[in-house]
């Protein structure tokens, strides 16, 4: 879509708003599909938590994709969005029993990833399948925050306690399906990735009843011209080889899954904000945008950086900007950015707003959370409505003080005599 596309959507749904392509992401799982099409039985779980409106869902649906979930409300929006429960896999983290147990009825695919709950899971319901998520203690991800491999993390079983693992499954006799592994986000070097991949291929040697092994996600997406990403085509290449490798020594044609959730919806998305207030200072110009954090939180969270566009100037002359949000606390999007001139009343277009964006926004500010786009088949599909007064009261209970009130008032003169 383009620039004059994306204009006509800010004017026709207002601004702050959410727009995604669907070709963009259509080619993106395409793109990873055709990277592994030399694999037997290949599963693409898209991470729900990235971007969960029910319309994505069924566009993913529609493409043959299947679901990561990380909570039983994720799960419902598959189910809702028409996913069959045997595409859904559930891999929570710190969840209780109960909820694990109720994902389970459901007929979703349980991935546990702790001790603890694998053993009450397993003397409880030995005749359910369960994944198992390892913990391979390996490096990677661009921050501390989205890094979840390394030996401090809550994530996984660790790999040092395989023999206690074992020790569980052969007491309780439960039936042990998938391996897993979810090593973070970012990564961009494939050997990290390949000896990963070797650490889960010697785990799931322990198993003799495997469909599947799961290799999470974490593949890096570009987010700045000329940036640097995961070589998908090359970790295809490599993995697919080393993976068929490993079914001929297991004896049984596997099914190699990934949980993609950046690399599937990340470039989809643009964020479209107005600018309010252009403000020079003695050492800045700011340009204050009709958004904040409560919408787009990536750069103040995780320090991420998000291209920024002034489509409604593109060949206007570069000066340098300090973008910012509406906010009452540092609310700051960019910092020192080139971007053509901008004048009060710009439309700035933020790309890579397609994973996390959305769906970690919040009312903070009592502000409404934007409106979400689709873009299909060359028009504009209005997926969520902008919140209203009434949903930000919607589930706030307004006591009643009115007789204490009078007698506030009453102090309040007193006081005011006294003082
Ligand atoms: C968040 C998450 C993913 C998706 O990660 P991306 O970096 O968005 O691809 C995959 N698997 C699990 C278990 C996750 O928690």
Redesign the pocket.
């Known amino acids: 879509m383009t620039n004059e596309d994306l204009l006509n959507v800010a004017q026709e749904f207002g601004s702050p708003v959410y727009v995604y392509d669907a070709a963009k992401i259509e080619s993106q799982y395409k793109r990873l599909t055709n990277a592994f099409s030399n694999v037997k039985q290949l599963r693409i ?1 898209y ?1 729900v ?2 971007l969960s409106n029910i319309s994505i869902l069924k566009l993913l649906n529609s493409l043959g994709s299947c679901l ?1 979930t ?1 909570s039983i409300q994720e799960v419902k929006l598959g189910l809702l969005a028409g996913f069959e429960p045997q595409h859904i896999i559930y ?1 929570p ?1 710190g969840v209780s029993l109960e909820e694990i147990e109720e994902v389970a009825h459901l007929g979703v695919q349980i ?1 546990i990833d702790n001790l603890s709950v694998l053993e009450q899971f397993g003397s409880r319901h030995p005749e359910i399948p369960v994944c198992i ?1 390892i913990n391979p203690h390996v490096m990677a991800g661009g921050n501390s925050n ?1 890094s ?1 491999g390394h030996i401090d993390s809550k ?1 996984g079983i660790s790999i040092h306690q395989i023999p206690h693992l074992l020790r569980i499954v052969e007491n309780t006799n439960m039936h042990v399906n998938g391996i ?1 592994m ?1 090593t ?3 990564i961009l070097d494939i050997e990290v990735f390949l000896y990963a991949a070797e650490i889960l291929f010697e785990t799931a040697a322990h198993f003799k009843n495997l469909d599947f092994i799961d290799f ?4 890096k997406v570009p987010y700045k011209p000329g940036d640097i990403e995961t070589n998908i085509e090359e970790l295809g290449e490599k993995l697919s080889a080393r993976f068929n490798e490993f079914c001929a020594s297991y004896g049984k044609d596997l099914t190699l899954a990934f ?6 919806v ?1 470039e989809a998305g643009s964020f479209l904000a107005k600018v309010n207030v252009v403000k020079q200072t003695t050492s800045t110009v700011f340009a204050g945008i009709d958004s904040g954090f409560n919408h787009l939180i990536r750069p103040m969270f995780y320090n991420s950086y998000h291209h920024i566009e002034n489509i409604s100037n593109p060949e206007g002359r570069e000066r340098f900007y300090s973008v910012v949000g509406y906010i009452c606390e540092t609310d700051t999007f960019a910092n020192n950015r080139r971007i053509s001139e901008i004048n009060e009343g710009d439309i700035l277009r933020f790309k890579n707003a397609g ?2 964006c959305f769906s970690m926004a919040s009312n903070y500010n009592s502000r409404f959370r934007p409106a979400e786009i689709l873009w299909y088949n060359g028009k504009a599909h209005l997926i969520r409505e902008r919140e209203t007064f009434e949903d930000l009261t919607r589930n706030q209970v307004a006591l009643d003080f009115s007789s204490s009130e009078k007698k506030s008032n009453k102090k309040r003169k007193e006081d005011a005599v006294t003082a």
């Open positions: 779980n991470a938590k990235a990561d990380v891999t983290n991935n998520r989205i979840v994530f897993h979810h973070g986000s970012d999470g996600s974490g593949f949980e993609p959730g950046k690399f599937l990340s994973a996390y």
